[in-house]
């Protein structure tokens, strides 16, 4: 059984800053693309960012320059850095592990910017 727990979310500012935190435990050989995406109200769950085992990162245009993915391969977590939020950021952020078969999802953590 493999679990994703996610942590960081809540409200904040427009202009802010939130680090949001995936854990992934369970039954696991190796990870390969770990990922966030997110999910606001009405809309398409979107990918925000993601990054390969290697070490190779890729962002959604919306938050390049904002927003930075890392992860730490011994503890099998994945973090994102949200700098400069903005209101239109507010969603579910769900984090995304790929074990080289069906993908993993978390539960999701909401993220609201608002003053």
């Known amino acids: 059984q493999v679990q994703l727990v996610e942590s960081g979310g809540g409200l904040v500012q427009p202009g802010g800053s939130l680090r949001l935190s995936c854990a992934v435990s369970?039954?696991?050989?190796?990870?390969?693309?770990m990922g966030w995406y997110r999910q606001a109200p009405g809309k398409q769950r979107e990918l925000v960012a993601g990054?390969?085992?290697?070490?190779?990162?890729y962002y959604a245009d919306f938050v390049k320059g904002r927003f930075t993915i890392s992860r730490d391969n011994a503890k099998n977590t994945v973090y994102m850095q949200m700098n400069s939020l903005k209101p239109e950021d507010t969603a579910v952020y769900y984090c995304?592990?790929?074990?080289?078969?069906?993908?993993?999802w978390g539960q999701g953590t909401q993220v609201t910017v608002s003053s």
């Open positions: 995304n592990a790929d074990l080289g078969g069906p993908d993993y």
């Open positions: 369970g039954s696991i050989f190796s990870i390969d693309t």
């Open positions: 990054i390969r085992s290697g070490g190779s990162i």
